[in-house]
């Protein structure tokens, strides 16, 4: 097997062990604050919105910090960084005994988080460039797999060995993740030439990957992206109560409809990113934009839970080559040296969009009707296919131009 496929193989594998530990711990997180004493019930809600948010908004601090330092060292060293770094971070919130604690350590944990952007930065400079778009697609589908079954992994084990086991056997799987990366992931990394480039400041770098016109629009394609998305997200639940009642099976639908759409998503990521690599990501990208924007309409006209279900999962076929097609053009147009730096401001776009999406949407939600969220998604989405064609496929070279349309090798 070629190196680059060994390393997608174990990549998938640790996408897939980070994500399902970093989800286990979301079905039961508010009742986990219950046990450490926030019984009245604004509180609570106060407290699992920080604390959810606290990673995201260190996350989107650090990682521009975190993609410098890969290029300068290299990137399996701040896969491991970590890797390592968030099982014990993990493992320790087991042992909180109030809310602060808690919150601490989540904040901590995003500010050494990484995991997922230094694999896609790593396995985009060891996949051939004509696989580009297979490689992404593929690693998108092993983390998809792990935010699918975390969860229900979470809630079941919540039942049988209470909350705080959970936070140990999530610490576990990363460092598992962790321990298959340092043994079998192989980077050809060239650290006396990396050293001998001067160093350059986090806005320094900003400004010479914005003097590329498609990066900064890529970045904020993702932003983008997960706001239109998460904006409804949490609301989910409330939507499948009103359209199956207050009887048995509510939770488990509601399971299942907040995971169908990543059924469909990881089936999908690898068909679209070997279509990618014969049509272009950018054509697959506005493609996927166009039709998630439109998958978005049926949301908000179905009358129960089995129309919301088909719905759902026929956006996820479109989400599978959003994020995958991303990365590809990412790597793409970004200068060789830069991969990881670049990456890091896309993650801080991707982790801006997880934190505000869910906030507007909620405080939107008492204006309008979930109905009428779904459908301000879908023209979101249908703006940012909009955006994407003027900022990307516009700019392609005609066929018989001698244009390659990517950004020089090297800085």
């Known amino acids: 097997m070629p190196g680059w496929k060994t390393n997608l193989t174990v990549l998938w594998f640790g996408q897939f062990l980070v994500m399902a530990g970093m989800t286990m711990i979301v079905p039961f997180l508010p009742l986990y604050l219950q046990e450490l004493g926030v019984t009245e019930p604004h509180a609570l809600a106060t407290w699992s919105g920080i604390i959810f948010a606290g990673n995201f908004v260190t996350s989107f601090v650090f990682q521009p910090l975190w993609g410098g330092l890969a290029d300068r060292y290299g990137r399996k060293v701040m896969l491991l960084r970590s890797g390592f770094g968030m099982a014990v971070v993990m493992t320790l919130m087991g042992f909180a005994t109030g809310p602060w604690h808690l919150l601490l350590l989540r904040l901590v944990n995003g500010t050494i988080s990484g995991f997922i952007p230094a694999g896609v930065a790593l396995m985009s400079a060891t996949a051939p460039r ?21 969860p229900l992994f979470g809630g079941l084990l919540a039942e049988w060995i209470g909350y705080r086991y959970i936070f140990y056997i999530t610490g576990g799987l990363l460092f598992l993740a962790s321990m298959l990366a340092a043994l079998l992931v192989k980077e050809t990394f060239d650290s006396k030439a990396a050293a001998q480039k001067p160093k350059q400041s986090m806005s320094a770098a900003f400004k010479q990957l914005r003097g590329i016109p498609q990066l900064p629009s890529l970045y904020a394609v993702t932003f983008l992206i997960q706001f239109s998305l998460l904006s409804v997200l949490p609301l989910l639940p409330l939507f499948v109560q009103k359209l199956h009642g207050t009887g048995e099976m509510l939770a488990f639908y509601a399971g299942m409809v907040g995971s169908i759409t990543g059924f469909s998503n990881m ?54 080559g959003l994020l995958p097609t991303v990365n590809s053009l990412i790597r793409k147009y970004t200068p060789g040296g830069m991969e990881s730096r670049s990456y ?68």
């Open 344 to 411: 890091s401001f896309n993650s801080s776009a991707l982790s801006l969009g997880n934190m505000l999406g869910p906030v507007v949407g909620g405080f939107v939600s008492g204006y309008v009707t979930i109905q009428q969220l779904f459908l301000i998604s879908a023209v979101l989405l249908f703006v940012n296919a909009v955006w994407v064609y003027k900022s990307l496929l516009s700019r392609l070279p005609r066929k018989g131009s001698s244009g390659s349309g990517e950004a020089p090798a090297s800085p």
């Open 267 to 320: 089936i999908a990521s690898p068909l679209l990113g070997r279509l990618s690599d014969r049509i272009g990501p950018e054509r697959i990208l506005a493609i996927c934009l166009i039709g998630a924007a439109i998958a978005s309409v049926p949301q908000a006209l179905v009358q129960n839970v089995w129309q919301l279900f088909a719905a759902r999962f026929f956006l996820g076929i479109f989400l599978g």
């Open 130 to 150: 004509e696989r580009m778009g297979f490689a992404m697609g593929t690693l998108q589908s092993g983390a998809v797999a792990g935010s699918i079954l975390g």
